[in-house]
């Protein structure tokens, strides 16, 4: 009986001593670190203002990386925009093939701007008109059998340096349109009259396009008559940069009668003035 009863004892105290150390597991895990219980029920974690409690740590933006250096671009104007001094280009035509036997203002042009220079390098045109081939707006018409404008053109050059004046022919030589100065230079008869530079280019009209307005102008009534187209001629106007066309018609007889001068803008072919004229008796 002795025996039994402490083996009986012996089983109790394992048993409590289990509990025991089972009670100080579970209490350990329920414990943090300052000794609260930490329950899914009661525990609140508080809000907190973070300045309250710390100093905030300052939020640096890094600076961007810079980029390659570019090289700076200068944004120019278009060229008809930027303001220059210079006078403009001039725009030409190429002159006719050999196989025509007549040539407009434009395109008689060069050729006479070519041998002005070698007349005086500093010389400019300044003027221009038409004629036949004996050069005499009497003796022969200035167009050719097809009735295209010109067959001759004579263009006034002048040299500042010098202060003289020749005159340019430009004429078919063999089929070949040909230049050449005629005779010498000399003082011009109006020493004070303005003379500009002439540049054929597109802000004048050429002269084919001026006589077909003057022909629509008056010139083609007139023509009906027993008339005829005698001198087509460029000159400056009295207003700067004002350049003008004079359509000159009259009769076919030497005996001389009325004509008609028509004066058109060089720059856009308006009519300037239509004015009756009179052609004197032309030789004995």
């Excluded at 090289?71 to 403009?88: C, D, L």
């Excluded at 083609?220 to 001629?233: P, S």
Aim: proline content about 10%; overall charge negative; some cysteine.
């Amino acid at each position: 009986m002795a025996v039994k009863a402490w083996w009986i004892w012996g089983l109790g105290a394992i048993g409590i001593a289990i509990v025991i150390l089972l009670a100080v597991i579970a209490y350990a895990l329920l414990t943090d670190d300052d000794g609260a219980t930490d329950t899914a029920v009661d525990r609140i974690t508080p809000t907190v203002s973070v300045s309250a409690l710390e100093t905030p740590t300052p939020t640096v933006t890094p600076s961007p990386t810079p980029a390659a250096a570019t090289p700076e671009t200068t944004s120019m104007p278009p060229p008809s925009a930027m303001a220059t001094s210079a006078p403009a280009a001039v725009t030409v035509l190429t002159p006719p093939t050999p196989s025509s036997s007549s040539m407009t203002a434009r395109e008689a042009y060069p050729l006479a701007v070519e041998q002005a220079r070698g007349w005086q390098p500093d010389s400019h045109l300044f003027g221009a008109e038409s004629g036949g081939d004996s050069g005499f707006a009497w003796e022969d018409s200035p167009l050719d059998k097809d009735g295209k404008c010109c067959r001759v053109w004579l263009f006034r050059a002048y040299s500042p340096t010098k202060g003289e004046v020749v005159d340019v022919r430009v004429a078919f030589i063999e089929r070949v349109p040909t230049a050449h100065v005629l005779g010498e230079g000399h003082p011009p008869a109006a020493p004070n009259a303005p003379r500009p530079e002439l540049t054929m280019d597109e802000r004048i009209l050429d002269s084919t396009e001026i006589m077909g307005i003057a022909n629509l102008n008056g010139g083609d009534a007139f023509k009906a008559g027993g008339n005829r187209l005698y001198i087509i001629e460029l000159y400056p106007g009295s207003a700067a940069g004002d350049w003008l066309w004079a359509v000159d018609y009259g009769p076919e007889s030497r005996e001389g009668g009325p004509g008609l001068r028509i004066v058109l803008s060089a720059a856009n072919g308006s009519v300037r003035h239509v004015i009756d004229t009179t052609w004197r008796k032309f030789g004995p």
